[in-house]
């Protein structure tokens, strides 16, 4: 099984600022087979970015993925007050798939 | 559009069964796996588990094999998670989600979350 090790634990910030968050495999994820979610507080996960740095959807560009092998990045280049948020990898490139512990960004 | 709909909140004993439901729209159900998270109180995600409506072709993490059972019924567009007995320890919120598709089984949407509480 992958870990995935996110850090920081948290990260405060203020508006404006950039956020450099990190995450860790254990092991080589294959194909780059890595996404990250934002968790709202109270709310449902929703995908921001997969394979590695592909943007979801409606996501804006001040999100950004890099990183490939076992260590792996999401930048968000211009924190917004609602970015706040918990923010987890997962890899899909091996069975079973995982999840990172999660990087809390809170906004100053 | 697509939505993943799940059954509301659940307050169950020790011991219980339960059976939660996440209906899909706005999409071919049949052409998606649908894959089950959970996330106790206060913690991170947790892969469950992941089925294939069309031909119900199920996959589970090790650490939930025998402890659930994810099912689906493709004639309601509608995906399962069940328990036989529940513990205390499965108190949380169970969350639904569309995987991608083969080449990159990422979870692209995700239902709202069901919270299921057991408490005797």
């Known amino acids: 099984e992958i870990v995935l090790t996110q850090s920081p634990g948290t990260l405060s910030l203020s508006p404006g600022e950039r956020a450099t968050l990190s995450c860790r495999a254990s092991?080589?994820?294959?194909?780059?087979?890595l996404a990250w979610y934002q968790q709202k507080p109270g709310q449902a996960p929703r995908l921001l970015i997969y394979?590695?740095?592909s943007r979801a959807t409606g996501i804006p560009d001040r999100f950004s993925g890099s990183g490939s092998g076992t260590d792996f990045t999401l930048t968000i280049s211009r924190l917004e007050p609602e970015d706040l948020a918990v923010y987890y990898c997962?890899?899909?490139?091996?069975?079973?798939?995982?999840f990172g512990q999660g990087t809390k960004v809170e906004i100053k | 559009e697509v939505q993943l709909v799940q059954s509301g909140a659940e307050v169950k004993k020790p011991g219980e069964s339960l059976k939660i439901s996440c209906k899909g729209s706005?999409?071919?159900?049949?052409?998606?796996?649908i894959g089950w998270v959970r996330q106790m109180p206060g913690k991170g995600l947790e892969w469950m588990g992941i089925i294939y409506p069309a031909d119900s072709d199920t996959r589970y993490s090790p650490s939930f094999q025998g402890q659930v059972t994810i099912s689906a019924d493709k004639s309601i567009s509608t995906a399962y998670l069940q328990w036989s007995s529940l513990k205390a320890s499965d108190t949380a919120i169970y969350y639904c989600?569309?995987?991608?598709?083969?080449?990159?089984?990422?979870?692209?949407?995700w239902g709202h979350g069901t919270l299921v509480t057991v408490s005797s």
């Open positions: 394979g590695a740095s």
């Open positions: 997962q890899q899909y490139g091996s069975s079973p798939r995982t």
């Open positions: 092991q080589s994820v294959s194909g780059s087979h």
């Open positions: 706005g999409y071919i159900f049949t052409s998606y796996w």
């Open positions: 989600a569309r995987r991608f598709d083969t080449s990159s089984p990422h979870f692209d949407y």
